[in-house]
C-alpha cells in the first residue's frame, strides 16, 4: 500500500528486455534505500514491483511482459516517480493507492496557469466512471485532486512544487502515464451493483 507522495524520482539506467520481460536497475534518486531489503516493494510510476536486487543507489526490478504492456514509461533512461511502502505508522497525506495500475491514459493538454500548470488527460472508457471533480486519482503514482471532468477527460492543476518533485513536469501531449482510480469508488460500485467479481476459468 502506498500513499501516492513521491519521495523521489529516479532513472532506468540499464534494461535487459527479452520476449518474456524485463529486468530494469533503476538509480534510486537520492531515495533512502537504508531500510529497504530484497522482496521490498518500491512503486515506480505508480506500479508496486518488488526489490531484487540492491546496491550503490540503486535497485533491481522484474517484470513481465503483460506489466511492460500494460504500464507507462517503462524504458531506457526515463525517469521514474518512486515511493517506498506505506508503514502503518506513517502519516497518509495523500490518498490510498495499491500500486496497481488500472490503466493508461494520454496527455491530451498541457496549459500554463501563472506558475502552476494544467494538464488535462484522456481517460479509458472503462476507467471514466471511476473519476470525479474534486475526487482522487493517481497519475504515475502522483496522489492527486481532480479539478473538471467531462465523459473521457480530466484536468489537474500542478503547484510548482509538484511540478518539480515528480516526472509529472516533462509530461507534454500525447505522453502516456499511468492510472491508479480511488480505491473507495471500486468498492462502492461492486456494493451498489452486486457484481460478484467473477470472470470466467
Not at 521490498?40 to 514491483?49: F, P
Amino acid at each position: 500500500m502506498f500513499t501516492g507522495l513521491v519521495q523521489a524520482v529516479g532513472r532506468i539506467v540499464a534494461f535487459d528486455g527479452n520476449a518474456l520481460g524485463a529486468r530494469l536497475t533503476v538509480d534510486c534518486g537520492g531515495l533512502d534505500l537504508a531500510d529497504v531489503a530484497i522482496g521490498d516493494s518500491i512503486a515506480c510510476n505508480g506500479c508496486c514491483l518488488t526489490v531484487v536486487a540492491l546496491g550503490d543507489g540503486r535497485f533491481d526490478m522484474e517484470l513481465s511482459r503483460e506489466t511492460l504492456d500494460t504500464v507507462a514509461g517503462f524504458v531506457p533512461g526515463a525517469r521514474l516517480n518512486l515511493e517506498k511502502a506505506l508503514r502503518a505508522a506513517d502519516r497518509l497525506g495523500g490518498h490510498l493507492v495499491t500500486g496497481h495500475v488500472d490503466g493508461a491514459g494520454v496527455v491530451v493538454a498541457v496549459e500554463p496557469v501563472g506558475d502552476n500548470r494544467r494538464l488535462v488527460f484522456q481517460v479509458p472508457a472503462a476507467l471514466a466512471k471511476y473519476v470525479a471533480r474534486k475526487g482522487s486519482i493517481t497519475v504515475n503514482g502522483t496522489s492527486l485532486t481532480v479539478n473538471a471532468v467531462t465523459h473521457d477527460t480530466f484536468a489537474v492543476n500542478l503547484i510548482p512544487h509538484t511540478l518539480g518533485a515528480t516526472n509529472l513536469g516533462d509530461l507534454a501531449p500525447g505522453d502516456r502515464v499511468n492510472l491508479e482510480v480511488d480505491l473507495i469508488a471500486r468498492y462502492v460500485e461492486r456494493m451498489l451493483t452486486g457484481d460478484t467479481g467473477d470472470t470466467p476459468a
